[in-house]
């Protein structure tokens, strides 16, 4: 089939987009095309960041303290969301340099900055219960981002959705945890 030439390309044209792209070479992955406001989306990242690091901290502590019939498994469900937290973490900090900006890791004001809370929980039941209300907490704020950012940052979207499927498996794994408890 002949392709036909376009008249009027909807995409811009080649030559200005190299044009653009030999521009501000030093703000790497970060194009004059980039439709969002880069330092908002930096602080929502490091936001995010801040509620990542809290969530590992908060996952280690009940990974080691976890004790009782149920322990071993629920440990391992504990160790296993940690690891994930902290893939997160270095996915957003990744992203956060992309945008030309620095991710925030001062362990002053980490509490505040993050969204979740950081709980000790007294037994193996708080743990679950804690670690489900952070992951909620997650799910509304990285929902609220994506919606914020809607079409304006595509790869930070796809990142922020990938990262949100994660945690609601995570609410859901507590979930289910506690409906095996019979609690
Ligand atoms: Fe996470
Ligand atoms: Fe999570």
Redesign the pocket.
């Known amino acids: 089939m002949a392709s036909k030439k376009a008249e009027k390309p909807f995409l811009t044209d080649i030559k200005t987009l190299r044009d653009r792209a030999r521009k501000h070479i030093e703000d790497g992955a970060v194009t004059p095309g980039y439709q969002a406001d880069r330092e908002v989306v930096v602080n929502l990242l490091n936001a995010a960041l801040a509620t990542e690091l809290v969530?590992i901290l908060r996952y280690k502590r009940h990974y080691f303290m976890a004790s009782g019939i149920y322990a071993d498994a629920v440990a391992q469900e504990f160790l296993q969301?940690a690891n994930?937290?902290q893939m997160?973490a270095d996915q957003i900090a990744a992203r956060i340099v992309q945008l030309k900006g620095e991710p925030d890791f001062n362990p002053d004001g980490l509490a505040t900055r993050s969204h979740a809370e950081y709980v000790e929980g007294e037994n193996l039941i708080d743990m679950i219960k804690e670690d489900l209300i952070?992951?909620r907490i997650?799910i509304d704020s990285y929902s609220e981002m994506i919606r914020y950012i809607g079409d304006k940052d595509p790869t930070t979207r796809r990142m922020l959705e990938g990262i949100l499927a994660?945690?609601e498996e995570?609410?859901d794994d507590l979930a289910g945890m506690l409906t095996e408890l019979d609690v």
């Open positions: 969530c969301h994930e937290e997160h952070a992951e997650a994660m945690e995570h609410a």
